[in-house]
């Protein structure tokens, strides 16, 4: 049996639809835990905000569903839902490096 694999790249950029097939959100970024190499979670911007514009929201990896049938990506959100989370400023860090783990990493 073959194991299906995917690249960072592939899903970065990728929408998000809901299971009525609404488009609710955008792969911004992946959150890696770099111990285990795992996906901890996807940072989210709504379909309609701009990356500059601040409105990201996190969801863990497993609340997503990758669709065998054509790749696409399925939370289960409604869009007022995601709206609403997505006012919320996150933080997101874009460094390669995160040092907010109590390790100090000369």
């Known amino acids: 049996m073959e194991k ?7 899903l970065i950029g990728n929408n998000v639809k809901n299971s009525k097939g609404e488009s609710v959100a955008k792969i911004e970024e992946l959150v890696i835990d770099p111990g285990t190499g795992r996906i901890l979670s996807a940072v989210l911007s709504r379909t309609d905000a701009t ?4 409105m990201f929201s996190t969801v863990p ?4 569903t990758l669709s065998s049938r054509d790749g696409t990506l399925y939370l289960d959100i409604d869009k007022g839902e995601m709206e609403a989370r997505s006012k919320k400023q996150v933080v997101v860090y874009t460094s ?7 390790e100090d990493r000369n």
């Open 4 to 10: 299906t694999v995917l690249t960072a790249s592939a």
């Open 51 to 54: 990356r500059t514009s601040g």
């Open 96 to 102: 390669s490096i995160y040092r907010g783990m109590g």
């Open 61 to 64: 990896w497993n609340a997503l």
